[in-house]
């Protein structure tokens, strides 16, 4: 179905309403639109699901502070001509605006949120981070934080661009690795010796320092490749349990809802049969007081001819 504008304002409104009051105002919502025989309408908000806390938080941002929310938003495309340039004082920058962006927002969070009696805690506050950076990278995500109806939280998994980072983008020099690895000099008495008389072992010896500071600088890379893979792998973990978790609570609302709406259906065939039933009675009085008037038509009719058959006979014997 395609969604109408009715029905996209009022999700917009219904996923203001605090995750713990959602299924009950989504399920008066839909008896409402049956009632008025707007049954696709029905469905399509039947089919919304209940937000975690902290998607109904960046909603709530979306809502009290959509102009920040925009802003952060709009850097996503100043963020990626200046990473495909690799415009390290640029991305700095960027990054910079960023986190400042960022940081207003979670400090509105913890307050717009407070003021509904709701705590942002810290893995809250993590969880909105976290969808605010994956809105960065993906545009699809992007607006769904826009419509402010989001129902989970998201999280970018994978090491993406630079600006989908939690902290400011680091641009490192190319060098950096090899300008910190330490050079070791012989010692001792004849160490000058040593370093004039023999310079191919000079040679040697610059060669395996540069091998040995590669060496380790592609093992710290590898170990560093390797922590981020198993972080994004339990990231994605975590991520795919809470969509599971949500899955799982939309299931039970939706069974939920399911069981209102066959109840409203069997009190509407109860408000009906006792209709009915009323009905029926009454005709059946009808029924019976109708039985006695022809009952008593039926008397005066025996009386109307015993006195006509009466009359008849005295006439006969009148001279």
């Known amino acids: 179905m395609e ?3 009715e029905f996209l304002e009022t999700a917009r409104e219904l996923y203001a309403v605090p995750p713990g009051e959602f299924v009950a105002a989504r399920d008066d919502l839909v008896r409402r639109a049956r009632a008025d025989h707007r049954l696709d309408l029905a469905r399509a908000l039947a089919g919304l699901r209940r937000p975690t806390q902290s998607a109904w938080v960046v909603n709530l941002l979306v809502r009290e502070r959509g102009e920040l929310v925009a802003e952060l938003l709009e850097l996503a495309e100043e963020f990626r001509p200046a990473y495909e340039a690799g415009a390290g004082d640029q991305l700095r920058e960027l990054s910079t605006r960023r986190q400042r962006l960022v940081s207003q927002l979670i400090t509105a969070a913890r307050r717009l949120a407070g003021e509904a009696g709701v705590r942002v805690s810290p893995e809250l506050g993590r969880d909105v981070e976290g969808t605010l950076g994956a809105a960065l990278v993906d545009p699809d995500v992007a607006e769904q934080v826009r419509g402010a109806t ?73 170990r560093r490749t390797e922590a981020e893979r198993r972080v994004a792998e339990a990231r994605a973990a975590v991520a795919e349990a809470e969509r599971d978790l949500a899955d799982r609570d939309n299931a039970v609302d939706e069974a939920v809802g399911q069981a ?60």
């Open 3 to 5: 969604q109408s504008a």
């Open 150 to 222: 989001l129902a989970a939280a998201v999280e970018y998994a994978g090491f993406g661009p630079v600006w989908a980072a939690p902290g400011p983008a680091v641009v490192r020099d190319r060098g950096a690795n090899r300008s910190g690895a330490e050079k070791k000099t012989p010692r001792g008495r004849n160490a000058g010796v040593e370093r004039l008389s023999d310079p191919g072992r000079r040679t040697d010896e610059r060669s395996g320092g540069r091998r040995r500071t590669d060496d380790g600088g592609r093992a710290g890379t590898d």
């Open 260 to 319: 209102n709406a066959a109840r409203d259906e069997v009190d509407r065939l109860r408000t009906q049969l006792r209709d009915a039933e009323e009905r029926a009675k009454a005709l059946e009085r009808g029924v019976r007081a109708a039985t006695k008037r022809q009952q008593r038509s039926a008397d005066h009719l025996a009386t109307a001819r015993g006195r006509l058959a009466d009359a008849t006979r005295r006439a006969q014997r009148a001279p």
